[in-house]
């Protein structure tokens, strides 16, 4: 059974530095793995997908990196602005599987 | 451009009465569908999903079930509700493994 975790679970960062996440997974057969942030109350947003090809994929100040052998994803985001403040989740999805597995979440606080 | 609605927003139902949430896709046609349930500290379940017209997956046995009436338009519903069955209910979809998921805004159902 794939398990995804997210270490920490919360942080916190003074505005303007750079953030970086991790995502862990125990079985490296996967499809692709995809980043999302949730705001309090809300849905998720898709913000990066990878494949299980890419090494790593980049949308502005987010830059997503895939280590599927060491079974590792890292979300960096650039110079953190409050606005980012939000908890990201990470899923996995396995190959030829529509059920996707999720992580618990980091929630990040940026402060002004 | 593809939205999703979802709703209500916000549900307060009492225990034993019956549920019908509604999810509908713009702006593609055949789309995957998904219903998850977030609880406080389980993180994202998938509960059901669909690939098409009158096919449901389900997940999890319990008291919920699915349908899928029209290519765009996907139903979470029970007869009798349980307290258990409170939650933050997400609807998404994508077009397949190698494309993003995308949730709606989600709903909040208590169970009095």
């Known amino acids: 059974k794939q398990e995804v975790t997210q270490i920490p679970a919360a942080l916190s960062v003074p505005e303007g530095e750079n953030l970086v996440l991790n995502c862990s997974f125990t079985?490296?057969?996967?499809?692709?793995l995809q980043w999302f942030r949730q705001d309090p109350g809300k849905g998720l947003t898709s913000l990066l997908l990878?494949?299980?090809?890419?090494r790593e994929q980049t949308s502005g100040r987010l830059n997503a990196s895939l280590d599927k052998s060491s079974g590792r994803s890292t979300l960096y985001i650039a110079a953190s602005q409050p606005g980012d403040s939000a908890t990201y989740l990470c899923?996995?999805?396995?190959?030829?599987?529509?059920?996707?597995?999720f992580g618990a979440g980091t929630t990040v606080t940026v402060r002004a | 451009s593809q939205t999703i609605h979802q709703w209500p927003a916000t549900l307060v139902q009492p225990v034993g009465s019956p549920l019908s949430l509604e999810c509908t896709v713009e702006?593609?046609?055949?789309?995957?569908l998904y219903w998850y349930r977030q609880a406080a500290g389980r993180g994202l379940q998938l509960l059901f999903y669909?690939?098409?017209?009158?096919?449901i997956s389900s997940e999890v046995p319990q008291n919920l079930s699915a349908s899928r009436p029209q290519d765009r338009q996907f139903i979470l519903s029970s007869k009798k509700l349980l307290l258990s069955d409170s939650g933050f209910y997400l609807c998404?979809?994508?077009?397949?493994?190698?494309?993003?998921?995308?949730f709606g805004n989600g709903t909040r159902l208590t169970v009095t």
């Open positions: 998404a979809w994508d077009r397949g493994y190698n494309s993003p998921l995308h």
């Open positions: 079985d490296s057969a996967i499809y692709n």
């Open positions: 990878i494949q299980s090809s890419q």
């Open positions: 899923a996995v999805r396995p190959s030829n599987d529509y059920k996707l597995s």
């Open positions: 702006g593609t046609s055949n789309p995957n």
């Open positions: 669909s690939v098409g017209i009158g096919q």
